[in-house]
């Protein structure tokens, strides 16, 4: 099965409380395992990085939803891309907290508040963002 890839950043409208996250990820790890869809999302003071991965018309789908979920706004794509596979197939939604200052980081200090601004999406940017997102993780507790 060829892997398709979906990162984004995204804000949330309203900051979600620990109760609302939480039965965020259950409901979209229960949906993503049987779409059998993998990733990784952060969450840093209403703000988003998140990957998805799977087929890739079950990812575009995935993501169209997203992008019309009315909690969220300011939805950047920063990859959209086949790979050769997964980069977090364990998962399928690993979740971590992160500080706002690693979000800014990992995304290559984007502004979503300025669609103007985006991180450049030069296929050569992608490994670099992939590469900070894995070091990322290796170095935090992810919750599967």
């Known amino acids: 099965m060829n892997i398709h890839q979906i990162v984004y950043i995204s804000r949330f409208i309203t900051l979600p409380t620990q109760e609302q996250l939480t039965e965020l990820l259950v409901q979209a790890r229960a ?3 049987r779409l059998r869809i993998t990733g990784i999302l952060l969450y840093a003071d209403g703000r988003v990085v998140q990957v998805l991965e799977g087929e890739e018309q079950v990812v575009r789908d995935l993501y169209a ?3 019309q979920d009315s909690r969220h706004h300011q939805v950047l794509t920063l ?3 086949p790979v050769a596979g997964r980069q977090f197939p364990d998962w399928s939604m690993g979740f971590v907290a992160a500080m706002p200052e690693e979000l800014r980081r990992i995304t290559g200090y984007v ?3 300025n669609p103007l601004f985006p991180l450049p999406r030069a296929r050569n940017a992608s490994p670099a963002l992939m590469q900070l997102l894995l070091n990322f993780v290796a170095l935090h507790p992810v919750l599967a």
């Open 111 to 113: 502004d979503p508040e």
């Open 79 to 81: 990859v959209d891309m």
């Open 65 to 67: 939803l997203i992008r």
């Open 31 to 33: 949906k993503n395992h």
